[in-house]
């Protein structure tokens, strides 16, 4: 960086300097604000998983009903 750059940089610093009491407070509430939307991710993750667990049961009842009627009309084919 250049010596401006720098001196720049420093003078920006100093003015935007947070009290460390405030700065602290910043930091807990980004770490809640990232805690509940992890939690928001995790319930919607959660719905996710249930909707395609009742969708792979109902698919399985299909393919247990559809199972079925194969075997019974290759029955009626040997016999015919």
Known sequence: MTVRIQRQKRILEQRFKV???????????????????????????????????????AVEDQVGHLHGALKKCVRQLKQA
């Open 19 to 57: 009290p460390h009491a405030l700065n602290q407070f910043t930091k807990i509430v980004h770490k809640n604000l990232g805690w509940e939307k992890a939690m928001k991710e995790v319930l919607a993750l959660k719905q996710q998983l249930d909707a395609a667990t009742k969708k792979h049961a």
